[in-house]
């Protein structure tokens, strides 16, 4: 079974329930996405929102971010998420590497992600594919 990754381009229903199924999956403590949460990614210059399927369905998400700074193009990956169902499929995989080639296509010198040590499987993923662990202090700053 191979992933079909695909580009949203608009916030319609089948994307909607996926996402709502999908994103528990990943935290726990953030409420599910709106319609215009969706529609305001899907649809900003700055962000490309992938989905994964198999057998048609939408089993993965990624969603890659892109801001310039002075010292060049940057891209981020956020909000990976394969339903717990469709693991193990190559899914993780074929979702990054679509954002790996966006980004690269767009210009970028590097992209990067973070990911909670208890992702054990999603660590392994991302240095298998050539991402590199760095050793930094990322802070955050709630309000």
């Known amino acids: 079974m191979?992933?079909?990754?695909?580009?949203?381009?608009?916030?319609?229903?089948?994307?909607?329930?996926?996402l709502v199924r999908l994103l528990p999956q990943l935290?726990?403590?953030?409420?599910?996405?709106?319609?215009?949460d969706i529609r305001a990614i899907?649809?900003?210059?700055?962000?490309?929102?992938?989905?994964?399927r198999l057998d048609g369905a939408i089993v993965g998400s990624l969603t890659l971010v892109f801001?310039?700074?002075p010292t060049g193009l940057k891209a981020w990956i956020e909000d990976v998420v394969v339903d717990e169902a469709a693991r193990g499929h190559g899914?993780?995989?074929s979702l990054n590497r679509a954002a790996l080639a966006e980004a690269q296509q767009?210009?970028?010198?590097?992209?990067?992600?973070?990911?909670r040590p208890s992702r054990e499987?999603?660590?392994?993923?991302?240095?298998?594919?050539?991402?590199?662990?760095?050793?930094?202090?990322?802070?955050?700053?709630?309000?």
């Open 2 to 18: 191979t992933a079909v990754i695909e580009v949203a381009t608009e916030a319609t229903d089948e994307l909607v329930s996926a």
């Open 27 to 36: 935290s726990s403590s953030a409420p599910p996405p709106t319609r215009e």
């Open 42 to 52: 899907a649809e900003h210059p700055d962000s490309v929102l992938f989905v994964a």
């Open 67 to 69: 801001f310039r700074i």
């Open 91 to 93: 899914v993780g995989e």
């Open 106 to 115: 767009r210009g970028c010198k590097d992209v990067a992600l973070t990911s």
């Open 121 to 143: 499987a999603a660590n392994r993923l991302y240095q298998r594919i050539g991402f590199e662990r760095r050793e930094t202090n990322v802070y955050r700053y709630d309000f």
